[in-house]
Nanobody, 124 residues
Framework: QVQLVESGGGLVQAGGSLRLSCAASGRTFSSNAMGWFRQAPEKEREFVATISWSGGSTAHADSVKGRFAISRDNAKNTVYLQMNSLKPEDTAVYYC?????????????????WGQGTQVTVSS
């Protein structure tokens, strides 16, 4: 089992920045690829970013490329999402998720564990 707890969400003006954190506990964190997803009101949950077990491989959705960056600190059992140049359309609940393998994926159903989410609201 892996328990995931997100933090760092909040209200920010357009153009601002936030850093989300996801603290993991349970089975060995460094064995799991991790991902961030988001769900805006009345929309389907969508992929945001993913990172491999070592941090050596990452992928980001086109909508956030160049603005968001996923990273991880295996010594702290934590994955991060640095969000810069935020836009109102980035408003959503952001979820952290863990795979059972070491390798990245953009597909939600390939993630076994999910956090409860943290709200990010970007005002215009």
């Amino acid at each position: 089992q892996v328990q995931l707890v997100e933090s760092g969400g909040g209200l920010v003006q357009a153009g601002g920045s936030l850093r989300l954190s996801c603290a993991a506990s349970g089975r060995t964190f460094s064995s799991n690829a991790m991902g961030w997803f988001r769900q805006a009101p009345e929309k389907e949950r969508e992929f945001v970013a993913t990172i491999s077990w070592s941090g050596g491989s990452t992928a980001h959705a086109d909508s956030v490329k160049g603005r968001f960056a996923i990273s991880r600190d295996n010594a702290k059992n934590t994955v991060y999402l640095q969000m810069n140049s935020l836009k109102p359309e980035d408003t959503a609940v952001y979820y952290c998720a863990a795979r059972l393998t070491r390798f990245t994926s953009i597909i939600q159903r390939e993630y076994a564990y999910w956090g409860q989410g943290t709200q990010v609201t970007v005002s215009s």
